[in-house]
């Protein structure tokens, strides 16, 4: 909310030039005034502090927390054994996955995942290419007859 101040001069009009501040160099401008707005309502002000909290919080005073760097929060797609199973038909039919003999080859990056989890029940023999996967996905994988083939990238 705006509040719009009223200039002393309309009060003090018979005062000349000076309007009440005395010297004329006491009141020249917005650099007698120290800022605009809230200026100066730092931590030292501490009569406006509860004032300033109750309506702005207490982020109103510096800074908190940080932010990640970006090469942090990359973030890896991953997929379950369940959904493979589920969708390997289709992949099949789209060229995206391959059947050699009695195994199926998937390419996970192809389908663009980057990691592969335990989530499900491995029904077919899988042999899988992906950078990254977990202990409990290569454990079932390997207990149909199917291998995984991990490298983490350098």
Do not use: W
Request: net charge positive.
């Amino acid at each position: 909310m705006v509040v719009y101040k009223r200039k002393k001069d309309k009060r003090m009009r018979g005062a000349k030039t000076t309007h009440g501040f005395g010297s004329k160099k006491k009141n020249r401008g917005a650099g007698n005034r120290g800022g605009k707005g809230m200026a100066g309502t730092g931590k030292r002000a501490d009569q406006k502090k509860p004032s300033i909290i109750n309506q702005y919080g207490n982020s109103y005073y510096g800074k908190k927390g940080f932010k990640r760097p970006q090469e942090v929060q990359a973030h890896i797609q991953t997929v379950n054994i369940e959904y493979l199973e589920a969708h390997l038909e289709s992949y099949v039919h789209q060229g995206l996955v391959t059947k050699e003999g009695d195994s199926f080859v998937v390419d996970l990056e192809k389908l663009g995942y980057q990691k592969l989890l335990g989530k499900g029940k491995a029904r077919h023999k899988l042999h899988i290419r992906t950078p990254f996967v977990s202990a409990s996905a290569v454990m079932k994988i390997q207990a149909t007859g199917g291998r995984v083939d991990h490298n983490v990238p350098a």
